[in-house]
């Protein structure tokens, strides 16, 4: 079957320019880093037990992150309920968390002297256990859960109403609806779902060794940082860096193989509405799983809020300007992140080398920041001196680091707007920005600002790159977390984590949900 | 007349450009808690401006490590004059890559409880690492062998990715030497909660309650007793004597300015300088009798022996101590 004929307009030729930067920016960095280090140096056996089980950790931290992100995606998708999206952007909150701030709270419930086992010990019963494998991926999966649950929830919310009710009046039931929509949206949506967090898992270094209990739980990161910080053997540290992008392709491979692009025909795009056959039952399931998904991801957060917030307000000066800091850097690495993403999604959604493009997005979660930082390190500095460049690099990573949630939240949605509405663009002829601001922006506009508000998060909580450049007086927020821990100052330091976690989750929600006006019509 | 007014002010600020520019600038790496604003370095920028006609800006790197990291990566084009606070175990990588030049200085000031003789490094701080607990703690163990006997819980650090984890490892190997140390880490095992990426992570574990004891420093009860006003914490005496971290400075092969690193060295033990150390770094000063230390630092344990490997000893023992202890929690 022929391709429509597509006119390739000037944004989608800058998509493929900021591709080709993209990986540019990327590889780079490791070619610099292998270059400096003259040559690549041999693994050593304990490196291959840190490759086998940084793969086992973060393919089961994905396989049960998208497990359980099915119910209550599907649940968020049929409910309709007052103080939803506030929920939902709550639900939100872990992924964008600094892992530190992250592991408190999931000690402060599951810890030895956790709530649970405060609880449990009340009863007499035996205490649970969470150092080790099961530490590991339960704090994968309260990060990456709600992750798995939004990227979930876009496939039911591509639905268009007009099929829903159509499904209704054919008076469907429950199984009909999950073999002509869920299982067609699942087969499109979970391979990319299991492979971003898959990728996320596999540059994981603190959560892995806090929560691991030791050695044996070793990544591919932590051998990275060990090789480069005290062994400063470069050629090594690429070495992992390179194998950290075979994992990446090899996942990237495979994911591509199973993903089916999902085909629900033209609708007039109105939001969703109540589904068919919606029983007693399946609206109590909803309610449990909802609460259970609650519960999980809230208390955590709870009490971190807890135990810091009586701190906040005798915050030294020094971590406010460090909080102002982080949201400018936020907000600029959030504008190159969109302007990066937004071109690449347009030249996508053009049938335009699809794989190549999402490749690329993936490209930067799987390779080590330390790795990039480095390299950028290696290349800046016979030019200019890195550490003034400190804060534009920390911003350009962090963006990199934000564009494959950008893409995999855009792409989708920039195809099915040109499969949609593209026929009745060509139709009226429009071309160039009459197109894009008519017929595709309002259809991006949900996963956009999705995107902005996740780039956004991300760069508040960022700790990575800052750390190798910084200088005095550009301490980034979490950084300044850091150095409070460092300097004994705990209470300080959970009252900077609550002033990190508020903003971080503020941030996320006003884009998120400036993009959603006129959603719930 | 409308032109000489900007004639002379142009004049002037070459003049004011001038004497910026005579203001030499000394470049100290050091590590983050070092530069930060609880830290030492805040007063000890002021103290040695006053002295230098100079503008002393610290860069911090993360921890010792990174340092060392940051140097080597920099190279001969680094702008560092002086290196704060790599330690023992360290200097051997830094005298490899040829980084530092010698300081000349005697070491006969210094109050080290051992000897100290190294051509490039002079030690500013020191301290033994120790495991901090709560008073309330029963049966504490006195040794490493008592600890893995017991069901006393641990957090330490990885030896890969802090210097208070290597510091541990350093400590066992030369208490135990080769052929024990695998015994005792395997002991240890079932005592250890988990493992941190660094000092951080595991204080606030222990803080947290997660585990018994924290491999921290004798001299962490002290920040509690002086800064919180709470003497509830305490570390426990090892009867095999406790690892010591000493930390150093020196100069730069390329420093700029060697004459100005000159003087910051002499400064680094003088009084000035040292009297900070102790309630901002919560280390014990090198060069500042033990009178001198403020109060609270006289309820510290005093181990009856220091260990600690010369530097080319540390490098030495490295590799297989980092493979004992990686075999031995890895089970």
């Known amino acids: ?283 109590r399931f909803d309610l449990a799983v909802l609460t259970a998904a609650g519960t999980f991801l809230l208390l955590p957060l709870l009490a971190v809020a807890a135990e810091g917030v009586g701190a906040v307000f005798g915050l030294p000066l020094s971590t406010w300007e460090a909080a102002l800091r982080s949201v400018t850097l936020a907000l600029a690495s959030t504008a190159l992140a969109v302007g990066l993403a937004l071109p690449m999604a347009l030249l996508t959604a053009g049938h335009a080398a699809r794989a190549g493009l999402e490749g690329v997005g993936l490209l930067s979660i799987a390779v080590s920041p330390l790795v990039v930082g480095t390299g950028l390190f290696i290349i800046v500095f016979p030019i200019a001196d890195p550490v003034a460049l400190s804060l534009p690099i920390t911003g350009l990573v962090n963006a990199l680091v934000a564009l494959p949630f950008l893409l995999r939240a855009l792409i989708p949605a920039a195809a099915a707007a040109e499969a949609t509405q593209g026929r009745l663009a060509d139709a009226l002829g429009m071309r160039g920005a009459a197109r894009l601001r008519h017929a595709i922006l309002p259809r991006l506009r949900r996963p956009l600002g999705f995107g902005a508000g996740l780039a956004a998060a991300f760069s508040m909580g960022d700790l990575g790159v800052i750390a190798l450049f910084s200088a005095p007086g550009q301490e980034t927020l979490p950084l300044e977390m850091y150095r409070l821990f460092g300097s004994y100052r705990t209470d300080d330091a959970q009252g900077a984590a609550v002033v990190l976690m508020s903003l971080s989750l503020g941030l996320f929600w006003l884009f998120d949900q400036g993009a959603r006006v006129n959603a719930a019509a | 007349m409308k032109l000489t007014t900007p004639l002379i002010a142009a004049g002037l600020s070459t003049i004011a450009g001038a004497a910026f520019a005579q203001t030499p600038v000394l470049t100290v790496y050091t590590y983050d808690s070092f530069a930060s604003d609880w830290g030492p370095g805040p007063q000890v920028e002021l103290a040695f401006e006053e002295i230098c006609e100079c503008d002393l800006q610290f860069t911090a790197t993360g921890d010792g490590a990174a340092l060392l990291s940051r140097l080597r990566l920099e190279g001969s084009r680094s702008d560092a004059d002086i290196v704060l606070g790599l330690d023992t175990n360290l200097i051997a990588a830094a005298d490899e890559a040829e980084l530092m030049q010698p300081h000349g200085m005697d070491a006969t000031g210094l109050t080290l409880p051992i000897e100290w003789d190294d051509a490039n490094f002079m030690p500013f701080d020191w301290g033994y690492f120790a495991f901090v607990h709560r008073q309330t703690l029963e049966d504490v163990p006195n040794s490493f062998e008592e600890l893995a006997a017991s069901d006393v819980s641990i957090v330490i650090q990885d030896p890969r990715s802090s210097t208070p984890g290597l510091g541990l490892l350093m400590w066992v190997q030369h208490a135990y030497g080769d052929d024990r140390a695998a015994e005792i880490w395997e002991g240890l095992a079932d005592n250890v909660v988990t493992v941190t990426p660094g000092w951080s992570e595991a204080y606030g574990l222990f803080l947290d309650g997660e585990a018994d004891m924290v491999l921290s420093y004798t001299t962490s009860p002290a920040y509690h007793l002086i800064a919180e006003e709470d003497d509830s914490y305490t570390a426990a005496p090892f009867t095999e004597g406790h690892y010591m971290q000493v930390e150093v400075g020196g100069i730069l092969a390329t420093a700029d300015n060697p004459e100005l690193a000159q003087q910051f060295m002499e400064f680094m033990v003088s009084p000035a300088f040292q009297e900070v150390i102790p309630t901002t770094n919560w280390m014990y000063p090198a060069a500042l009798p033990e009178d001198a230390l403020p109060d609270g630092f006289n309820t510290l344990i005093q181990p009856e022996q220091s260990l600690i490997f010369s530097s080319t000893g540390a490098a030495e023992v490295r590799e297989d101590a980092l493979a004992t202890w990686q075999n031995a929690l890895s089970q």
């Open chain 1, 1 to 283: 079957m022929a391709k429509r004929a597509q006119p390739i307009t000037g944004l989608q030729a800058t998509g493929g320019v900021f591709a080709l930067l993209v990986v540019l920016t990327i590889l780079g960095p490791l070619v610099a880093v292998i270059w400096r280090a003259e040559g690549l140096t041999d693994l050593r056996p304990a490196d291959w037990a840190a490759i086998r089980f940084t793969l086992l950790q973060a393919a089961l931290s994905a396989l049960v992150s998208c497990l359980a992100a099915i119910p209550v995606a599907r649940a968020l998708a049929r409910r309709r309920f007052a103080g939803r999206s506030a929920f939902i952007a709550l639900l939100g909150a872990p992924f964008i968390l600094p892992v530190i701030v992250a592991v408190m709270g999931l000690l402060a419930i599951f810890g030895r002297s956790g709530w649970i086992n405060s609880a449990l010990e009340g009863i007499g019963a035996g205490t649970i256990e969470i150092y080790g494998l099961f530490g590991v991926v339960l704090a994968h999966v309260f990060l990456n859960l709600p992750l798995a649950t939004r990227l979930l929830l876009q496939g039911w919310l591509a639905i268009p109403s007009e099929r829903i009710r159509l499904a209704r009046s054919l008076n469907f039931q429950q199984r009909d609806m999950r073999r002509h929509f869920e299982w067609p949206l699942l087969a499109a949506t979970l391979p990319g779902a299991l492979l971003v967090i898959f990728l996320i898992c596999t540059t994981s270094f603190a959560v892995a060794l806090i929560l691991g209990g030791g050695p044996a739980a070793t990544t591919v990161e932590l051998a990275i940082y060990q090789a480069f910080r005290f062994d400063f053997d470069l050629g090594r540290a690429a070495y992992l860096g390179l194998v950290q992008v075979m994992i990446c392709v090899g996942a990237g491979l495979l994911a591509w193989r199973f993903a089916r692009a999902s085909q629900f025909g033209a609708g007039l795009d109105r939001p969703a509405m109540r589904w068919p056959d919606d029983t007693q039952g399946a609206r």
